[in-house]
C-alpha cells in the first residue's frame, strides 16, 4: 500500500525525483538550512495544528483548512498539498475551503489565496494517480538541472 500525504504531493508537483527519494528513505534534509528555517516558523504554529490521517494541517479555522510557508517559491506545490489536505477532510466529512499563506513573498509582502476543493478535485486526482505511478516504479527519476535545484536539499546527491 502506498503511504501518500501532503508533503509527498508537494514534492510530486515541485520535483518527482525529490519525491521519489523522499518517498524512499533517502532523506536529506536534516542538512538544510531552508527546511530548518520551514520548521522553525511552523514550530511556532504547533498548537493550532491538527494531525489528521497522518497528515499535520497547520491550522483549521471554522472557514478554512490553513496551510502555511515560509515563501511564495513554489505555489503551484503549496496548492496541491493544501488540496490534498481539503481531500482529507472532506473524506472525513468536514468541508473547508482552503487558505495558502506565504509569510514571504519575493517583494517582501505577505500573500493569502484561496482554494475550494472541489473546484481542483480532478487535477489532484490525476496528480495521485502520477504520484503512485512514480512511487510503484523500480526507477528514480533523472536529475533536471532548473534555478530551483540550487536551494534543494538534494542538490547535492543529484549533481555532485
Known amino acids: 500500500m502506498v503511504r501518500i500525504n501532503g508533503t509527498l504531493i508537494n514534492y510530486y508537483v515541485h520535483c518527482q525525483r525529490q519525491c521519489y527519494l523522499h518517498y524512499h528513505r533517502i532523506n536529506l534534509e536534516n542538512d538544510s538550512e ?11 504554529n504547533e498548537d493550532k495544528e491538527v494531525a489528521v490521517e497522518g497528515i499535520k494541517i497547520d491550522k483549521i479555522t471554522n472557514d478554512y483548512i490553513v496551510e502555511m510557508k515560509k ?16 481531500k482529507v477532510a472532506k473524506e472525513k466529512g468536514f468541508y473547508r475551503n482552503g487558505k495558502l499563506v506565504c ?11 484561496i482554494y475550494k476543493y472541489d473546484e481542483h478535485q480532478e487535477e489532484l486526482e490525476e496528480i495521485i494517480r502520477g504520484f503512485k505511478n512514480l512511487i510503484e516504479s523500480d526507477i528514480c527519476p533523472k536529475a533536471r538541472k532548473e534555478n530551483k535545484c540550487k536551494k534543494c536539499a538534494y542538490h547535492n546527491y543529484c549533481y555532485i
Open 103 to 113: 509569510l514571504e513573498k519575493n517583494n517582501g509582502n505577505k500573500t493569502t489565496t
Open 71 to 86: 515563501s511564495d517559491a513554489d505555489l503551484e506545490a503549496a496548492k496541491y498539498q493544501l488540496l490534498y489536505y481539503l
Open 34 to 44: 531552508l527546511v530548518k528555517i520551514g520548521k522553525a516558523l511552523h514550530s511556532q
